[in-house]
Structures are given as structure tokens and as C-alpha cells.
């Protein structure tokens, strides 16, 4: 079982839909990081967060340590958010992140 | 420099050639990675350099693989005897530290198709 895992793996919806990817692991984290990636293989990212909750436009990321969880929310969904999204994990005292599969998400118009 | 840039962005080779990939990172950025990804999976950790000391070494890194940062800039990712499973998206990453977390920065990618 991976360390990081993500649910759902890949999601549909239309735009104007509030969505919620998930995110939960197993060790002890120093970070959490939400990563965008577009077709083509560009790794953006979006939030880094070892507490409560960041929001930047319509995306909001929050994470629960002690329930080891983290989500991240688009509101107003829109085309352009279709992309995979991934977490990733800063392991407590390690220099790695460990990823989730990542979720692939499509919004349609 | 506005961010990591690596080269190629894709390469095909027959199987049993060799490959090198280079990363360029952000200057100011003391640690680079190397990660691979599958289609449908998310990134695997493959190796880690804090200025020109390799540091770490995945299990998935087989002896076929090595890894350069000769003089704590830029990176070269080699793979000998090119292998099908080979086949992916090689990733770099440069990071700096804030708040007891690296914060990295991806390039866009050398993506590997071996025939």
C-alpha cells in the first residue's frame, strides 16, 4: 500500500460544480504539497501546507494532521482546471517527497 | 533563469541504446531530484543531489542508471542498455527550504519512448 494515496482517481463534472480531491497517508509528514499537472508534463504547484487551511483564488487546500487527511476544493469549477492533481507528501526527516497517483480531473462546459 | 529546465524534452531510442538526460536547475537551488513517471501514476523518486554530493538513491535505480552533478549545477540523468520499461516521463526538481519543507520546482519533463 503506497503511502500516499488519493481518491477519486479520476473525476468528471461539469463546470460551475464545487469539487473535492482527497488525500490522505500513513507517516508522519513535515508538509503536505497539492501539485497541478497539464498534459505535457509541467508540474505546477499549488499549495504547501503542514496546518489548517491556504486559499489561493478558487482553490482552497486544508489538512487535518492528527486524522493524517488532506483535500483540496475548487469552486466554480472551469474547463481550463482539467489537469491531474496530485499530493504529495514531505516525509518527517526525509529530503523526498512521496506522491499519490494523482487524480485526473475534467470539467466540462 | 525563471525555472528548471531540462533536455530533451523527448527522446526516442531504439532498445539497448543509451540515453542521457540533462536538468539545468534554478541557480539559487542547492538540492536537485531526479523522478520518473508512468502514464496513470503519479512520480517515483529516483535520486537526489545536495550541490554535487548524490545523496540518495532509489531502489528503482538500477545499476543501469547513474546520475551526475559535477559541479553542483546541472545534472545528467544516463541510462545504458535502454530497456521497454524504461518508457516514461524523467522528471528534475530543484528545491529551497521554507518553513522545514523543501519547496520545489519541477521542469516539464524528458519524456523517453524506447522502441
Known amino acids: 500500500k503506497n503511502e500516499v494515496e488519493q481518491s477519486p482517481q479520476n473525476l468528471t463534472a461539469q463546470e460551475g460544480e464545487f469539487i473535492t480531491i482527497n488525500c490522505s497517508y500513513s507517516v508522519g509528514i513535515s508538509a503536505l504539497h497539492w501539485l497541478q499537472q497539464h498534459p505535457g508534463g509541467g508540474i505546477v504547484s499549488l499549495f504547501m501546507l503542514s496546518s489548517g487551511k491556504k486559499k489561493h483564488g478558487r482553490l482552497i487546500a486544508t489538512i487535518n494532521i492528527q486524522e493524517k487527511h488532506s483535500s483540496l476544493h475548487i469552486t466554480a469549477s472551469h474547463p481550463r482546471d482539467s489537469a491531474v492533481y496530485i499530493c504529495a507528501a514531505h516525509i518527517q526527516g526525509a529530503q523526498k517527497l512521496v506522491f499519490g497517483q494523482g487524480t485526473r480531473l475534467t470539467i466540462n462546459p | 533563469d525563471t525555472g528548471v529546465s531540462q533536455n530533451p524534452r523527448h527522446k526516442i531510442t531504439k532498445r539497448g541504446q543509451n540515453v542521457t538526460f540533462r536538468c539545468d536547475p534554478i541557480?539559487?537551488?542547492?538540492?536537485l531530484y531526479w523522478y520518473r513517471q508512468t502514464l496513470g501514476q503519479g512520480p517515483e523518486f529516483l535520486t537526489y543531489?545536495?550541490?554535487?554530493?548524490?545523496?540518495?538513491k532509489s531502489r528503482l535505480l538500477s545499476d543501469r542508471f547513474s546520475a551526475e552533478r559535477p559541479k553542483g549545477s546541472f545534472s545528467t540523468l544516463e541510462i545504458q542498455r535502454t530497456e521497454q520499461g524504461d518508457s516514461a516521463m524523467y522528471l528534475c526538481?530543484?528545491?529551497?527550504?521554507?518553513?522545514?519543507?523543501?519547496?520545489?520546482?519541477f521542469g516539464a519533463g524528458s519524456r523517453l519512448t524506447v522502441l
Open positions: 526538481a530543484s528545491s529551497f527550504w521554507l518553513s522545514g519543507a523543501n519547496v520545489l520546482t
Open positions: 543531489f545536495q550541490n554535487e554530493a548524490q545523496l540518495e
Open positions: 541557480s539559487e537551488h542547492n538540492r
